[in-house]
């Protein structure tokens, strides 16, 4: 007789507290993002998945303004401040892509300090992409949230452009890019698609 996984018999297991999830090391981190302290395990993404978030990183990054001060990071815990619940379970979640206001160094970034994310669509993450984390990070207020499709052989087919609709709390969507990304928010940038691909 096999023996049950730990969380049949202690549904605790699969949870995590703030201080919990800081004590682990950074490559355990790394494998999870939270939920009102529900571990979510996360799947790492192709190379193609990897180099497109990263040049897009890399030309956000060029192309932002001076002032206001923000910073273009990847990969980056973004926390919840709105879902933060009184039984102090917590949520954050890990952007491909962030466009964050500049914090002190080292200072937890949350879902106030950012003003656009980014998620490249992987195989198996199309609905958390774009229902989960969809209603997630415009509850959370962030103004902006691209999501990246990959067609079959992992080139950019298209960038959805979500704008939040401040009375509603939900995203709108604003544009279907092809062929490049044309932004005015949260600052102008223009990315041919072809620099993303490689």
């Known amino acids: ?4 996984p730990a969380w049949t018999s202690d549904p605790e297991s699969l949870t995590l507290t703030e201080s919990a999830y800081d004590a682990l090391p950074d490559q355990v981190r790394k494998l999870v ?4 302290g529900n571990i979510i395990l996360c799947q790492s993404g192709t190379a193609e998945h990897s180099d497109v978030a990263r040049r897009l990183a890399n030309r ?17 815990d973004v926390h919840f401040v709105k879902r933060l619940r009184k039984d102090g379970k917590f949520s954050f979640r890990r952007p491909d892509v962030s466009v964050d206001k500049c914090v002190p160094r080292g200072a937890k970034l949350t879902a106030a300090d950012t003003v656009a994310v ?8 199309g ?23 990959l067609d079959g052989d992992l080139y950019i087919k298209t960038i959805h452009e979500y704008r939040l609709d401040w009375a509603s709390k939900t995203y709108r969507l604003v544009e279907t890019h092809e062929d490049e990304l044309v932004l005015d928010q949260p600052f102008r940038a223009t990315v041919p698609f072809a620099e993303l691909d490689g």
């Open 1 to 4: 007789m096999s023996t049950l």
């Open 33 to 36: 993002e939270v939920i009102d």
């Open 60 to 76: 956000l990054e060029a192309a932002k303004p001076d002032d206001p001060c923000l910073r273009v990071s990847t990969d980056i």
């Open 118 to 125: 980014v998620e490249v669509v992987s195989p198996g993450s």
């Open 127 to 149: 609905y958390t992409d774009t229902v989960d984390k969809l209603a997630e990070y415009a509850y959370e207020g962030i103004p902006v949230y691209l999501v990246v499709f």
